[in-house]
């Protein structure tokens, strides 16, 4: 769980912000996005994003695209709700 100040506070830095979640049972990682501003917090996460070697690779390169274009935190992400 994410408390709203909380997701608040990282969809407020001027940078790409990620959540990792992890199922307890399985181990297996989820990635979401950061991206617009929140109205509630987060009590769970969709299983939509595994984060996996293709979704590594596509992260990587949203970071990538922020550093290299006038360090603009992006509006949208592969990685949405």
């Given at each position: 769980?994410?408390?709203?100040?909380?997701?608040?506070?990282?969809?407020?830095?001027?940078?790409?912000?990620?959540?990792?979640?992890?199922?307890?049972?399985?181990?297996?990682?989820?990635?979401?996005?950061?991206?617009?501003n929140h109205r509630k917090r987060i009590s769970s996460m969709k299983t939509k994003y595994p984060l996996n070697i293709n979704n590594?690779?596509?992260?990587?390169?949203?970071?990538?695209?922020?550093?290299?274009?006038?360090?603009?935190?992006?509006?949208?992400?592969?990685?949405?709700?």
């Open positions: 769980q994410l408390p709203l100040n909380k997701l608040k506070r990282l969809y407020k830095l001027k940078a790409p912000t990620y959540l990792v979640g992890i199922n307890n049972k399985t181990q297996e990682c989820y990635i979401l996005s950061v991206h617009k590594l690779l596509l992260l990587r390169d949203e970071v990538v695209q922020f550093w290299e274009n006038n360090l603009i935190k992006p509006k949208n992400s592969k990685f949405k709700v």
